[in-house]
T-cell receptor, first 110, second 115 residues
């Protein structure tokens, strides 16, 4: 089983819908991250969390929110999805700087 | 502005040829440096990392990278490319003043391998 698991792997939704992407990890790491990948832009940080009580905005947090339900779980929500949020989303964990990634969640907003 | 730059968006090499992917950063102090690879439909896998010490770093899959402070570069190399190396490659840094260890990624370089 993967150490960092993302669900769903693929999702198609409509403008205005609420969407939640979930991430769970078995690595025991305190630090968790959500990144967004767009062609030609690399990965950009949306939110990150040092532990259950710590949530921090990344460079592109507008339109997104997160919840750290437990050390092992970190969810990303789009309260009202819009087409320019169509992207590949990655969850990652970290202990000493190196990131460990999930396999990604591809979201399409029509 | 602080940034990570991968000048080549797409590179094509022949199988068996050597490879060098470029990465430059613009941070005052030497950051932590990483190279990741992303195969189609997959997440990102760490190839190698540099924190300090020997400036030539060996990684997995036969890759190596050399840190050059004077050029603010961390180029990735492989002496002989295999068809399975076709993927997208990302350079990333953690600036030393970056609380939380947030990785900053370059735009990526897509590698194609000709038979």
């Amino acid at each position: 089983d993967a150490d960092v698991t993302q669900t769903p792997r693929n999702r198609i939704t409509k403008t205005g819908k609420r969407i939640m992407l979930e991430c769970s990890q078995t690595k025991g790491h305190d630090r968790m991250y959500w990144y967004r990948q767009d062609p030609g832009l690399g990965l950009r940080l949306i939110y990150y969390s040092f532990d259950v009580k710590d949530i921090n905005k990344g460079e592109i947090s507008d339109g997104y929110s997160v919840s750290r339900q437990a050390q092992a779980k970190f969810s990303l929500s789009l309260e009202s999805a819009i087409p320019n949020q169509t992207a590949l989303y990655f969850c990652a964990t970290s202990l000493t700087g190196e990131l460990f990634f999930g396999e990604g969640s591809r979201l399409t907003v029509l | 502005a602080q940034s990570v730059t991968q000048p080549d968006i797409h590179i094509t090499v022949s199988e068996g040829a050597s490879l060098e992917l470029r990465c430059n950063y613009s941070y005052g102090a030497t950051p932590y440096l990483f190279w990741y690879v992303q195969s189609p439909g997959q997440g990102l896998q760490l190839l190698l990392k540099y924190f300090s010490g020997d400036t030539l770093v060996q990684g997995i899959k036969g890759f190596e990278a050399e840190f050059k402070r004077s050029q603010s570069s961390f180029n990735l190399r492989k002496p002989s490319v295999h068809w399975s190396d076709a993927a997208e490659y990302f350079c990333a840094v953690v600036p030393l003043n970056n609380q939380g260890g947030k990785l900053i990624f370059g735009q990526g370089t897509e590698l194609s391998v000709k038979p």
